[in-house]
């Protein structure tokens, strides 16, 4: 029983630190995205960036501080971030179209990380990690729809 903690134990510090990561880009993207948008629609995504960013600061203040309360160590350089982020920096040549794509992208893949966070925190009992992934992936999915319909699609 102890190895399957100590292996769940890596994979979920893991899997929580990948997120870290991955918010950290994302909320650095995102403002990129709000400072930067250009075009008819700048209004509406401009008001629209700055809402993700600030979901987005919660999200990883959350799951750092769940690493914490499991007693793991949250990355916290954004070096670190980069290298362990599946989410990729803005390039600062996108257009409107291209960063709401982009966006769309990026939580279509951390909605998939999550899933397998939340199949692994489930398969050790640990249900607060399982629910707080859940609860972030349940606002992506919202989001996600959103701006695909936005997009026309």
């Known amino acids: 029983m102890m190895t399957n903690t100590v292996t769940y134990s890596i994979y979920l510090t893991k899997t929580l630190n990948q997120q870290v990561a991955n918010f950290s880009v994302l909320y650095m993207k995102l403002h990129n995205y709000h400072w930067y948008v250009k075009g008819e629609n700048f209004f509406t995504l401009h008001v629209k960036f700055e809402e993700l960013y600030t979901e987005v600061a919660l999200h990883l203040d959350t799951i750092a501080e769940r690493m914490l309360a499991l007693q793991s160590v949250p990355t916290a350089t954004l070096k670190e971030h980069l290298e362990m982020a599946t989410v990729k920096e803005a390039t600062g040549e ?14 279509e893949n951390i909605m998939k990380e999550l ?6 925190a489930e398969d050790q009992r640990d249900q ?3 629910d707080l ?5 349940t606002s992506f999915e919202k989001h996600r729809w959103m701006l695909s319909a936005y997009l026309g699609k």
């Open 128 to 130: 607060p990690t399982a």
């Open 94 to 107: 996108e257009n409107a179209e291209q960063m709401v794509e982009t966006l769309s992208e990026d939580m």
């Open 115 to 120: 899933k397998i966070g939340i199949t692994l």
């Open 133 to 137: 992934f859940t609860a972030i992936h």
